[in-house]
DNA sequence: AATCAATGTAACAGTTTTGTAAAATGACGC
DNA sequence: GCGTCATTTTACAAAACTGTTACATTGATT
């Protein structure tokens, strides 16, 4: 039970996974307030003030869409970072695109440290928004809130799925990954993808970052898989 | 499908739980197998060599107290570690108390933070830690999750087959495999592999370490193999 | 030194894996 | 609906890897 930290409401109906954010979220320091639905959430939302809000797609009565539009709606909570959790095969793409309002979205499951790292990346955002969330190794650096990335200074433009390509290799520089890991990874399991498409992706991904710079930053690893290693 | 890594059996019934724990796992590295009730446990022991098992107490249909009585039963498992997943309020002291051979367990909400401690902890104390993911021998080292070798500090490439092959020798520096032995490990035995094979590739990998240094450090033992050795 | 068996190695052919362009698909805004 | 864009699949080319062979070299033994 931490004192201070940033207050964080959660909002999930399914018990064991709010336990298991709640705890997680509490042993990082964070003060955590629980709901099981749209309607307890408002409620907390109206006596506290929270810094920011994790929020279950699917909810028993009102939708999380229709919980975040009623946050975004309201005058006093609508600066508040919502992030929504969404479950696999509820099409990311369109929760990207519906006009939620939501500042970030994560599809479940999710791995709790990339969890952590949104919810500070939403707390940055809030106060003062200065703060950068930059993944970097070598030359290349990327910007997570400005969806920006930087080799040898030149700015490189990726398309989304490249983007997050690129930010899984970056998240562990070296390591190297299976094309079902990948798969896993950036296309969330999205059954029926050929892994033939990450290599695709990878050609791509490589020639971007190439046509900046010259040393191959993305190393194959014949037979296993690939990884972010200027391995020379 | 990960790679490397060590193999981790979950045995757990609810499913969103069951997911969260292997993504979790998988994003560390590891290599998750995932089973919903005991008898699918005890299966995928029975096929698998599984490192370390977390098993959830309460399953449907054998308890898992009582699929862990089993796995400690059987000789070829019983010294895999099993962490013991309870949740809060199955009273946890006579888990203690009781004879259940887990080696540890660990209560329900748990922090995956710590959740990843033991099973690291498990890993280790089995035998001497095989969850080591560099192996060296003099200035020689070979990182098992960058798929990265290097001599004297010169990065050295080499095939999957050359790295495996290695990688045995660097198991147990200064033993000397024979050629059979050799094939077991590295070729696992696929029939049909030529004796002499093997020397063709043990001259590969020569030429490639050597290249990169001037001191040989494979030694060939006329009349019985060859071993990691910088003998002369 | 001559012999013979064991080992080293280059070269080849066959296979597998990866790179990549281009066509097919699908989503979205107009 | 239609064009545009991003993604996925497909198909083929290129590259890397493998196992075998043949021949060269080595080392031990006589």
Redesign the interface.
């Given at each position: 039970m931490s004192i201070d930290g940033p207050k964080v409401l959660i909002v999930e109906d399914?018990p064991?996974?709010l336990?298991?954010l709640?705890?997680?979220l509490d042993?990082e320091g964070y003060n955590v307030f629980k709901a099981e639905t749209g309607e307890q959430g408002l409620l907390i939302l109206e006596e506290t003030e929270i810094d920011i809000i994790l929020l279950d797609w699917m909810l028993p009565q009102a939708s999380g869409l229709e919980v975040c539009r009623q946050i975004k709606r309201n005058k006093a909570t609508k600066s508040i970072p919502v992030i929504m959790l969404t479950a696999r095969g509820e099409e990311e793409d369109k929760v990207r695109g519906l006009d939620t309002g939501a500042d970030d979205y994560i599809v479940?499951?999710?791995?709790?440290?990339?969890l952590l790292a949104r919810v500070r990346a939403g707390l940055r955002s809030r106060d003062g928004g200065k703060g950068v969330d930059v993944l970097s190794y070598e030359n290349l650096s990327m910007d997570l809130t400005r969806h920006g990335v930087t080799v040898e200074d030149h700015n490189v433009h990726l398309g989304p799925l490249e983007f997050k390509l690129l930010r899984v290799l970056l998240e562990a520089p070296?390591?190297?990954f299976?094309r079902?890991?990948l798969l896993?990874?950036v296309w969330a399991n999205s059954l029926e993808v050929e892994t033939r498409t990450v290599d695709v992706h990878i050609g791509r991904l490589r020639k971007q970052l190439n046509a900046a710079c010259n040393d191959d930053y993305i190393r194959t690893?014949?037979?296993?898989?690939y990884?972010l290693?200027k391995?020379?």
């Open positions: 399914e064991s996974q336990e298991l709640s705890y997680n042993v479940k499951p999710y791995s709790i440290k990339e070296g390591r190297v299976s079902d890991q896993e990874r690893v014949r037979g296993f898989g990884s290693d391995f020379a």
